[in-house]
């Protein structure tokens, strides 16, 4: 069965460091999405992207912030220099289509801990 | 605005009895609504999701739910508890706004654990 990846599982890194998490959304999947949920607190949209570009992102996903599909399977998540209050679980998902019916797939997530 | 409330932050059943997770959301039009669960050190998977074809509901695993407008509700059912249920569980509303997002709105999650 068709799944979506991230990687890593795990990583930890040093405050004003740059992160990139990585997912390989489902082939013939066209809507991609980062969540995350901070430890104790409910999951939360970050961005949406489609067509290569940004359809809509929360408050959150500031100029630290950035996505991108660098190939035709690739979909990252990058933040320039991160905070403290970046820890968090982050989840990619995708969808076949944007209709508001379609369920989303989402991969295991990656658990990023800022030190 | 869309938006989903889980009543219970924590539910813990005996193995064999019935599991139910409560869930009432707000939508200004017809939602979709879903449910998901995330067991330990995994991925969320989709349970079963309500697209306004049929009001009773039927996923994996025997978990059910009804969709019931007049109390805007929408419960996540399973007749006999498994050990291997407990897990968190998200009840989930698709944002209506149209276009080429329509992101989940996720509720605060119910974790339900199972006694043997």
Known sequence: ?115 | AQSVTQLDSHVSVSEGTPVLLRCNYSSSYSPSLFWYVQHPNKGLQLLLKYTSAATLVKGINGFEAEFKKSETSFHLTKPSAHMSDAAEYFCVVSDTKGGATNKLIFGTGTLLAVQP
């Open chain 1, 1 to 115: 069965e068709p799944e979506v990846t991230q990687t890593p599982s795990h990583q930890v890194t040093q405050m004003g460091q740059e992160v990139i998490l990585r997912c390989v959304p489902i082939s013939n999947h066209l809507y991609f999405y980062w969540y995350r949920q901070i430890l104790g607190q409910k999951v939360e949209f970050l961005v949406s992207f489609y067509n290569n570009e940004i359809s809509e992102k929360s408050e959150i996903f500031d100029d630290q912030f950035s996505v991108e599909r660098p190939d035709g399977s690739n979909f990252t998540l990058k933040i320039r220099s991160t905070k403290l209050e970046d820890s968090a679980m982050y989840f990619c998902a995708s969808r076949r289509t944007g209709g508001h019916n379609t369920e989303a797939f989402f991969g295991q997530g990656t658990r990023l801990t800022v030190v």
